[in-house]
């Protein structure tokens, strides 16, 4: 069974940087894309990016130019978030989707002060 653990998050002020990890770990295997969603209070959530197998990426408009998605060593999923804003603010979860389904990490809170 695959397991995804997010780390990175915490309060940072405005136009301020921070990059999340999530590690995958188990039976990691037929991937079809990885990628974070995040919820903030009272909002729906949404997708903030993501990246398939093949290497395309796709972002959220409104974190276009400011996040970057990666793939690091091995199956380590990055996310660098610069320029931050308070609408930035909210749990960011990774998820992975595989042939077995779709697989959540336990979300990671990151706060941004104005």
């Known amino acids: 069974q695959v397991q995804l653990v997010e780390s990175g998050g915490g309060l940072v002020q405005s136009g301020g940087s921070l990059r999340l990890s999530c590690a995958a770990s188990g039976r990691v295997s037929g991937v079809y894309q990885m990628g974070w969603y995040r919820r903030a209070p009272e909002k729906q959530r949404e997708l903030v990016a993501s990246?398939?197998?093949?290497?395309?990426h796709d972002y959220a408009d409104s974190v276009k130019g400011r996040f970057t998605i990666s793939r690091d060593n091995g199956w380590m999923l990055g996310l660098q978030m610069n320029n931050l804003r308070p609408e930035d603010t909210a749990v960011y979860y990774c998820?992975?989707?595989?042939?077995?389904?779709?697989?959540w990490g336990q979300g990671t809170q990151v706060t941004v002060s104005s």
């Open positions: 990246m398939t197998a093949g290497g395309y």
């Open positions: 998820y992975l989707n595989n042939f077995e389904g779709v697989v």
